[in-house]
Structures are given as structure tokens and as C-alpha cells.
T-cell receptor, first 116, second 114 residues
Framework: AAGVIQSPRHLIKEKRETATLKCYPI?????VYWYQQGPGQDPQFLIS???????DKGSIPDRFSAQQFSDYHSELNMSSLELGDSALYFC???????????????FGAGSRLTVL | SQQGEEDPQALSIQEGENATMNCSYK?????LQWYRQNSGRGLVHLIL?????REKHSGRLRVTLDTSKKSSSLLITASRAADTASYFC??????????????FGTGTQLKVEL
């Protein structure tokens, strides 16, 4: 079965550079989520999109932006990178659960960003 | 984490023993879920319990939920070395119907030794 695809898997950047992460959700999943997980930390919610519109926003720095495209893939753009941005970035997707339903997320394998 | 606190933070047991992990949260929830993460890998959904449920089973997993205490526990019975991973609880505090973010707890690192 198709899973959530993230690219690149690994990325090394210098301080103040820009990085773009891509996420391809499971087909027919209409909601995409981005999470950041620092070393030894729990995943922190950054932002989500439903039907290409931003649906919720968490602790995403102003230096970061994201969007979801017409084919439902999403990109997380990170500018003016700082050392503290080094982390695993996960994308997850879910289908709309329907009335009374519950939201189960399927995660990608993550993109590991290292800022030097 | 702002929502979920888990204990213990680390747990080491022998194969065949049971492992119990606890999670506490702060806000009202629609449901609570448990995820597993192997080192440096993506999170995998294990089990979901709704706010109107008290206990749920799936294979060797048993989850309890006490909404009055805002706490949940995950029990893995007859553990195996392959169960070695980090386990996170995650709460869905949004409206039923999906599309809501999950807020993760701090996680328990489980090590199952042969």
C-alpha cells in the first residue's frame, strides 16, 4: 500500500540558508500535517492543511512557511536556518474521518535536517 | 510537551515480561492514541481509544483511559525484543470528524532485552 512519501530523507544546510521539504500524502487523504522532532523530544505540531487550505497552526516559526498544492502534495519552506532547526521533520496525512469519526495519522519516514 | 506527560521516560524489561506506560494530559479530548517510533523513524499508529471508552484491546496491547484523571495507560503483554521502541501518547482535542492535529506526549523509551 502507498505510504506518505517525504523527500529528501537527509539534508545538510549552512546557517542562514534555505531548505524545502516535500511531502506526498496517501492518495485520497485530504489533510496533511507537519511535525518537528528535535533529538530526544516529542513531535511538535507545526502546521496542517485541509483541502489545500491551512487548517491549523502550531509552533511554526515565522521563518517557515508551508503550502499544499492542487495535487495534495505539501512543501515546508524554511529560511534563515538556525542551528536549532536541526531536527527530524515529519509529514503525516489523514482522511476526513466523517461525523463521529476519529483522526488517525499516517506518518512518513521523515526528513532529517542538519544545520551546520 | 504541553499536553501529554508520560512515565516512565525509560523502561527496560526482559523478554516475556509485561510493559506498562502511562500518559497524562491537560485538556478535554475527543480521543487518545498511542504511536510507536523506532529510532529515527516515522511514527506508527498502534491503537485509539475514544473519550467515551474506558478500555480497549488489540492483540498484545491493552489501553485504558480515565478521563476524570486525564490519564491513559498502555500495556504490552508478553513483550518481545522487537517491541523495543519509543511509545508516544497523542491526544485529539478537536471536534469529532477528523482533520484535527494530534498533540504528542514526551514518550517512553522501551527496551526489551533477551
Amino acid at each position: 500500500a502507498a505510504g506518505v512519501i517525504q523527500s529528501p530523507r537527509h539534508l545538510i544546510k549552512e546557517k542562514r540558508e534555505t531548505a524545502t521539504l516535500k511531502c506526498y500524502p496517501i492518495p485520497r487523504h485530504d489533510t496533511v500535517y507537519w511535525y518537528q522532532q528535535g533529538p530526544g523530544q516529542d513531535p511538535q505540531f507545526l502546521i496542517s492543511f485541509y483541502e489545500k487550505m491551512q487548517s491549523d497552526k502550531g509552533s511554526i516559526p515565522d521563518r517557515f512557511s508551508a503550502q499544499q498544492f492542487s495535487d495534495y502534495h505539501s512543501e515546508l519552506n524554511m529560511s534563515s536556518l538556525e542551528l536549532g532547526d536541526s531536527a527530524l521533520y515529519f509529514c503525516a496525512s489523514s482522511p476526513m474521518a466523517g461525523r463521529g469519526g476519529a483522526n488517525v495519522l499516517t506518518f512518513g519516514a521523515g526528513s532529517r535536517l542538519t544545520v551546520l | 510537551s504541553q499536553q501529554g506527560e508520560e512515565d516512565p521516560q525509560a523502561l527496560s524489561i526482559q523478554e516475556g515480561e509485561n510493559a506498562t506506560m502511562n500518559c497524562s494530559y491537560k485538556t478535554s479530548i475527543n480521543n487518545l492514541q498511542w504511536y510507536r517510533q523506532n529510532s529515527g523513524r516515522g511514527l506508527v499508529h498502534l491503537i485509539l481509544i475514544r473519550s467515551n471508552e474506558r478500555e480497549k484491546h488489540s492483540g498484545r496491547l491493552r489501553v485504558t483511559l480515565d478521563t476524570s484523571k486525564k490519564s491513559s495507560s498502555l500495556l504490552i503483554t508478553a513483550s518481545r525484543a522487537a517491541d523495543t521502541a519509543s511509545y508516544f501518547c497523542a491526544t485529539d482535542a478537536g471536534l469529532a470528524g477528523g482533520g484535527n492535529k494530534l498533540t504528542f506526549g514526551t514518550g517512553t523509551q522501551l527496551k526489551v532485552e533477551l
